[in-house]
């Protein structure tokens, strides 16, 4: 496998099987193509490192490991610090039901109450809608 590690905090952004082709082109940008048609780049070539034949840990995770050099100079897989909390929050995620869609672009989401935040509180016992274009609310 190949694999692309993140040099500010050695995670691991993704894994590829070791025939794709990674290379670094023009506006340092990668370059990757699975040579089934699959092609994308990645901006900021320069924060990353491509290490290629490695052997992936049981129970792989791109957002779970990390992988970093030992004094030996070895290749040292390990858990990635910001994973517990990323998984604490998929818990709280689970337990409170998926996540409405977006219902206009300047709302913001509340992970606390698990909704979604208009810029301007809704007055109380107000019928009416959000008008996005002004930002408002707009009687009926």
């Known amino acids: 496998m190949k694999i692309l590690r993140r040099k500010s905090d ?5 894994s590829v099987e070791d025939s794709v082709s990674i290379t670094v082109v023009a506006n ?3 370059w990757v193509d699975h040579g ?4 994308y780049t990645m901006q900021s070539a320069d924060q990353f490192e491509i290490i290629e034949d490695v052997t992936l840990p049981d ?4 957002k779970k490991h990390t992988l970093t050099k030992n004094g030996a100079d070895e ?11 990323e998984q604490a929050w998929r818990a709280r995620a689970t337990s409170k ?3 409405d869609p977006q219902p206009y672009p300047s709302w913001t989401f509340n992970e606390d109450k698990w909704e979604w935040i208009p810029p ?3 007055p109380a016992g107000f019928d009416g809608r959000w008008d996005e274009d002004n930002q408002t609310w707009v009687e009926r």
Do not use: H, R
């Open 28 to 30: 340092n940008a990668l």
């Open 97 to 99: 039901g998926p996540k």
């Open 36 to 39: 089934n048609g699959n092609k």
């Open 59 to 62: 129970g792989f995770d791109t």
């Open 120 to 122: 301007t509180k809704c």
């Open 10 to 14: 050695n995670v691991v952004t993704f």
């Open 75 to 85: 290749w040292v897989w390990g858990d990635n610090p910001k994973w517990a909390a």
